[in-house]
């Protein structure tokens, strides 16, 4: 994991919920995290003080009032001798900006968000079991509900029972909305679950996740209620393909670019370029979405311990599309897939 950086910022200012949770392990709906390469503190208000204090045994804890926690942090900062604070330039409203600049007089404010963001691109190993165990959860929750889906079960109520079997299995909630998409739908890439009635020989793409200590899973599997007809074979064994391929070449080293088109290639090469429209994949953990994008144009470096969806996907305008998706952690000579449930196309 990378380390912030303190050669030219003597502290560092959290308020985004996400990196909060990242640094010290704990979820409030308030508060404010304080890093300096010697110290430690969480300012939080009277609502979550206690149970901080007893399990944050490494940070300092601090009372806060809302309206006076920004004066109680830039008297603790100057006391303490600090001059450049580090904050969450891509998190921080205008609004908000303007009140930290008025609270903070005589200290410099500096955006840091791109180095901080950093410190969660590679996972560590204890963070790595906890996507695996989400994922887990989920593929048993598909297996659980894979019998209920037959002709006459609206999406909705698809979604519904993955659902709850999620939450059943000890999700602490869904990673998004689900998915669910039966015949011409599963053409739309983030549909919304409707009352549609699944027909003999329709398409079925279920896109879910499940949220379990903090982190995220994913995972996308598109399969046929009986015969599928030729164009959507080909269209399912051209997708199949390709996602196989680049689960064998992506590797640490690569730019997301590069493992953006082991896909892609593939699929422009079977006349089906326009038809794949959006990234290969995307990192995940402390959010369902979060850097590296896996993408045509992008150029950042994929590095060990990352974890990324690799999701390619065809799609057919009024005759339904096709996703398939596992979650991977980037190795130096390969991946390691995250992701058991098979893939087969025909239920």
Same mark, same amino acid.
């Given at each position: 994991?990378?380390?912030?950086?303190?050669?030219?910022?003597?502290?560092?200012?959290?308020?985004?919920?996400?990196?909060r949770?990242?640094?010290s392990?704990?979820?409030?709906?308030l508060?404010y995290?304080?890093?300096?390469?010697?110290?430690?503190?969480?300012?939080?208000?009277?609502?979550?003080?206690?149970?901080?204090?007893?399990?944050?045994?490494?940070?300092?804890?601090?009372?806060?009032?809302?309206?006076?926690?920004?004066?109680?942090i830039?008297?603790d900062l100057?006391?303490?001798?600090?001059?450049?604070?580090?904050?969450?330039?891509?998190?921080?409203?205008?609004?908000?900006?303007?009140? =930290?600049?008025?609270k903070?007089?005589?200290?410099?404010?500096?955006?840091?968000?791109?180095?901080?963001?950093?410190?969660?691109?590679?996972?560590?190993?204890?963070?790595?079991?906890?996507?695996?165990?989400?994922?887990?959860?989920?593929?048993?929750?598909?297996?659980?509900?894979?019998?209920?889906?037959?002709p006459?079960?609206t999406?909705?109520?698809?979604?519904?029972?993955?659902?709850?079997?999620? =939450?059943k299995?000890?999700a602490?909630e869904?990673a998004?909305?689900?998915?669910?998409?039966?015949?011409?739908?599963?053409?739309?890439?983030?549909?919304?679950?409707?009352?549609?009635k699944?027909?003999?020989?329709?398409?079925?793409?279920?896109?879910?996740?499940?949220?379990?200590?903090?982190?995220?899973?994913?995972?996308?599997?598109?399969?046929?209620?009986?015969?599928?007809?030729?164009k959507?074979?080909?269209?399912?064994?051209?997708?199949?393909?390709?996602?196989?391929?680049?689960?064998?070449?992506?590797?640490?080293?690569?730019?997301?670019?590069?493992?953006?088109?082991?896909?892609?290639?593939?699929?422009?090469?079977?006349?089906?370029?326009?038809?794949?429209?959006?990234?290969?994949?995307?990192? =995940?953990?402390?959010?369902?979405?979060?850097?590296?994008?896996?993408?045509?144009?992008?150029?950042?470096?994929l590095l060990?311990?990352?974890?990324?969806?690799?999701?390619?996907?065809?799609?057919?305008?009024?005759?339904?599309?096709?996703?398939?998706?596992?979650?991977?952690?980037?190795?130096?000579?390969?991946?390691?897939?995250?992701?058991?449930?098979g893939?087969?196309?025909?239920?």
């Open positions: 994991m990378n380390s912030l950086s303190y050669s030219k910022i003597n502290a560092y200012i959290l308020q985004s919920p996400i990196n949770f990242f640094v392990g704990f979820d409030a709906s508060g995290v304080v890093i300096s390469e010697n110290s430690k503190t969480f300012y939080t208000d009277s609502r979550y003080f206690l149970a901080a204090k007893e399990k944050l045994a490494d940070f300092t804890v601090k009372k806060i009032t809302g309206k006076g926690a920004l004066d109680t830039a008297k100057l006391d303490s001798g600090f001059k450049a604070i580090g904050f969450e330039d891509n998190f921080v409203s205008v609004d908000s900006f303007k009140t =930290l600049k008025d903070f007089k005589g200290l410099t404010l500096k955006g840091a968000s791109s180095e901080i963001d950093a410190i969660r691109l590679v996972k560590s190993s204890q963070e790595i079991a906890k996507i695996k165990k989400s994922q887990t959860i989920a593929e048993k929750a598909f297996d659980e509900i894979i019998d209920l889906i037959k006459g079960i999406e909705r109520e698809v979604a519904t029972s993955l659902n709850i079997e999620c =939450l299995l000890g602490d869904m998004f909305k689900t998915i669910v998409a039966f015949g011409a739908n599963s053409a739309i890439p983030h549909h919304v679950p409707s009352d549609k699944l027909e003999k020989n329709d398409l079925i793409l279920l896109d879910f996740g499940v949220k379990l200590d903090g982190y995220h899973s994913d995972m996308t599997r598109t399969f046929c209620l009986g015969e599928p007809s030729e959507m074979q080909e269209v399912y064994d051209i997708v199949l393909a390709a996602q196989d391929y680049a689960l064998k070449h992506i590797k640490a080293g690569l730019t997301c670019h590069e493992a953006d088109s082991l896909a892609r290639e593939y699929i422009r090469a079977n006349g089906y370029e326009a038809e794949f429209s959006h990234s290969l994949g995307h990192g =995940l953990g402390l959010k369902i979405h979060e850097s590296p994008f896996v993408r045509e144009n992008g150029e950042d470096l060990p311990g990352m974890v990324i969806s690799v999701e390619p996907g065809i799609y057919i305008e009024g005759e339904g599309g096709v996703r398939i998706e596992d979650i991977v952690v980037v190795r130096e000579d390969g991946v390691e897939n995250l992701t058991t449930t893939k087969n196309f025909v239920l």
